[in-house]
């Protein structure tokens, strides 16, 4: 079992900029792939970025793309998302995940390990 946790996030005007970092502990981190979820009130959880446990490999849902960078560093057992030009539809719970290598980045049900969420919100 990985365990992840989550600091950061917070409030930022549109148009800002934000980093969230998740840190894991437990079994190898660099044995995982590693997502970012979201899910916004009312709404089901979404993909948002991912990537491979080499970091070799990412993925972004398109509403993201350009603005969002995903990022890792296995000897800090710590996956971040660099978050710019935010929008106030980017606000959400941001989640991170695991998943076993191999498998395709975005799909949601290949992550079994979720952190306890943070809380990001954009204002106009």
């Known amino acids: 079992q990985v365990q992840l946790v989550e600091p950061g996030g917070g409030l930022v005007q549109a148009g800002g900029s934000l980093r969230l970092s998740c840190a894991a502990s437990?079994?190898?981190?660099?044995?995982?792939?590693m997502g970012w979820f979201r899910q916004a009130p009312g709404l089901e959880r979404e993909f948002v970025a991912a990537?491979?446990?080499?970091?070799?490999?990412?993925d972004y849902t398109d509403s993201v793309k350009g603005r969002f960078t995903i990022s890792r560093d296995n000897a800090k057992n710590t996956v971040y998302l660099q978050m710019n030009s935010l929008k106030p539809e980017d606000t959400a719970v941001y989640y991170c995940?695991?998943?076993?290598?191999?498998?395709?980045?975005?799909?949601?049900?290949?992550?079994?390990?979720w952190g306890q969420g943070t809380q990001v919100t954009v204002s106009s």
């Open positions: 437990g079994r190898t981190f660099s044995n995982y792939n």
């Open positions: 995940a695991t998943a076993p290598a191999g498998g395709i980045l975005s799909w949601k049900n290949a992550y079994h390990n």
């Open positions: 990537i491979s446990r080499s970091g070799s490999s990412t």
